[in-house]
């Protein structure tokens, strides 16, 4: 009977400890949100601040290499739709706003100007987005024009994994594994989705160089 008595009582200890690990996150967890929606009500107060001076993107369309010829049609229609969007958006204001979130930005700049700042993050993201079409499409053909692209967007504080992936595949295959290496400094956010799945590529690169 003794031999029954060890086991069960470890097991109400380890029922009685799970149960107030679980309260306890709970808790915390009650006091996470009570925080955030305490921090966005504060944040919907701030009144409208000037933004004039914010960092404002400028494509350089210029020093891009964008007026290509493809001998595949199909790639080729391709990149006049990409170059035909990119030149509409760099008429367009756009902000990097990576890893800012919406409260933040209420309570640097005011709530009023959250709409504005959106918009202005949409068409960096959708540059970017149409950039990068653009080099992977001109890649085959064109591989050092293609790079420049990546490069300035690379220097632009993009967090799309495949330029990190492109790039990277590049330097390995020109004989050039520490230019791999430092992309992994110029990743915006390490801690972020985005950020972790570039590390995983960039290893993967290196592994397989």
Request: glycine share 4%; charged share 30%; hydrophobic share 35%.
């Amino acid at each position: 009977m003794q031999y029954l008595i060890l086991p069960v009582a470890i097991t109400i200890l380890v029922w009685v400890l799970n149960h107030n690990i679980r309260k306890a996150n709970k808790k915390n967890e009650k006091k996470t949100i009570e925080s955030f929606l305490k921090r966005e009500d504060n944040a919907n107060l701030v009144r409208r601040k000037d933004i004039s001076n914010l960092p404002y993107i400028h494509v350089p369309l210029e020093h891009l290499p964008l007026d290509i010829t493809l001998k595949d049609e199909k790639k080729q229609s391709k990149i006049e739709n990409y170059h035909k969007q990119i030149t509409y958006l760099s008429e367009k204001q756009m902000l990097n706003l990576i890893g800012i979130s919406n409260t933040e930005l209420k309570e640097r700049y005011g709530v009023a100007n959250l709409e504005k700042l959106s918009t202005y993050d949409g068409n960096y993201g959708r540059m970017l987005s149409n950039l990068q079409n653009y080099a992977a499409t001109i890649y085959d053909e064109y591989p050092d024009e293609a790079v420049t692209i990546l490069e300035y967007m690379i220097n632009e504080g993009t967090d799309i994994s495949s330029t990190f992936e492109l790039l990277g595949s590049y330097y390995i295959q020109n004989g050039n594994p520490d230019a791999c290496k430092k992309l992994y400094d110029r990743i915006p956010d390490k801690n972020s989705v985005s950020g972790k799945m570039i590390q995983e590529k960039l290893d993967r690169i290196l592994e397989e160089s």
